[in-house]
């Protein structure tokens, strides 16, 4: 079964600062993965997501990701955070077969950014 | 562009009330879904339409109804909710349900049940 771990609940961060965002997937067969902020009272954005191809991504925001299949991880990096990236990071991968329509999302990490 | 849209964006009911929380998107997309969010907890997946059809109901109790009048809106319709049914009610679209497809989110419709 598809799962997503997210490691760190909350994360705080000086602004100027660099960032890493951790998840780990479980999934049998490629993953389709995807990351996404929720900013607070707001819905969630797609930042990034990968299907195939190359490993590291670009994304919205300054933000990129690198897909590591030997380590089942898919973290989430931004060279300098700004204070607007304070928000909820949910990481997620996309079901297949079976559960073809759903995404399973990790537990989400809380970001602050110190000014 | 990739939006979707929701109304109302805040809701309260009483719980002997009926009211419908609406979805629409221009994107074309087939596939349009309505998730569920408590307060910092991910979104839980509730029904799925596919091409107008449900195609996914995640044994979600009968006071709550979707209906997706046509491939463009979406509705959830409420009656004799819980107060903890309170939360952000998330709908979202893609173009299928096919693998990899992306799904868009709404802004949400937070809903207060007292």
Same mark, same amino acid.
């Given at each position: 079964?598809?799962?997503?771990?997210?490691?760190?609940?909350?994360?705080?961060?000086?602004?100027?600062?660099?960032?890493?965002?951790?998840?780990?997937?479980?999934?049998?067969?490629?993953?389709?993965?995807? $990351?996404?902020?929720?900013?607070?009272?707001?819905?969630?954005?797609?930042?990034?997501?990968?299907?195939? +191809?190359?490993?590291? /991504?670009?994304?919205?925001?300054?933000?990129?990701?690198?897909?590591?299949?030997?380590?089942?991880?898919?973290?989430?990096?931004?060279?300098?955070?700004? $204070?607007?990236?304070?928000?909820?990071?949910?990481?997620?991968? +996309?079901?297949?077969?079976?559960?073809? +329509?759903?995404?399973?999302?990790?537990? +989400?990490?809380?970001?602050? /950014? $110190?000014? | 562009?990739?939006?979707?849209?929701?109304?109302?964006?805040?809701?309260?009911?009483?719980?002997?009330?009926?009211?419908? %929380?609406?979805?629409?998107?221009?994107?074309?997309?087939?596939?349009? &879904?309505? !998730?569920?969010?408590?307060?910092?907890?991910?979104?839980?997946?509730?029904?799925? !339409?596919? &091409?107008?059809?449900?195609?996914?109901?995640?044994?979600?109790?009968?006071?709550?109804?979707?209906?997706?009048? @046509?491939?463009? %809106?979406?509705?959830?319709? %409420?009656? *004799?909710?819980?107060?903890?049914?309170? *939360?952000? &009610? %998330?709908? *979202?679209?893609?173009?299928?349900?096919?693998?990899? @497809?992306?799904?868009?989110?709404?802004?949400?419709?937070?809903?207060?049940?007292?």
């Amino acid at each position: 079964a598809q799962s997503v771990t997210q490691p760190d609940i909350h994360i705080t961060v000086s602004e100027g600062a660099s960032l890493e965002l951790r998840c780990n997937y479980s999934y049998g067969a490629t993953p389709y993965l995807f $990351w996404y902020v929720q900013s607070p009272g707001q819905g969630l954005q797609l930042l990034l997501k990968y299907f195939s +191809g190359d490993t590291l /991504v670009q994304g919205i925001k300054g933000f990129e990701a690198e897909f590591k299949r030997s380590q089942s991880s898919f973290n989430l990096r931004k060279p300098s955070v700004h $204070w607007s990236d304070a928000a909820e990071y949910f990481c997620a991968v +996309g079901g297949r077969g079976s559960t073809l +329509g759903r995404l399973y999302f990790g537990r +989400g990490t809380q970001l602050t /950014v $110190w000014p | 562009d990739t939006e979707v849209t929701q109304t109302p964006k805040h809701l309260v009911m009483g719980m002997t009330n009926k009211k419908s %929380l609406k979805c629409e998107q221009h994107m074309g997309h087939r596939a349009m &879904y309505w !998730y569920k969010q408590k307060a910092k907890k991910p979104p839980e997946l509730m029904f799925v !339409y596919s &091409y107008e059809k449900l195609s996914i109901n995640e044994s979600v109790p009968s006071r709550f109804s979707p209906e997706c009048p @046509n491939s463009s %809106l979406l509705n959830l319709h %409420l009656h *004799a909710l819980q107060p903890e049914d309170s *939360a952000l &009610y %998330l709908c *979202a679209s893609s173009q299928g349900t096919v693998s990899g @497809n992306t799904i868009y989110f709404g802004e949400g419709s937070w809903l207060t049940v007292v």
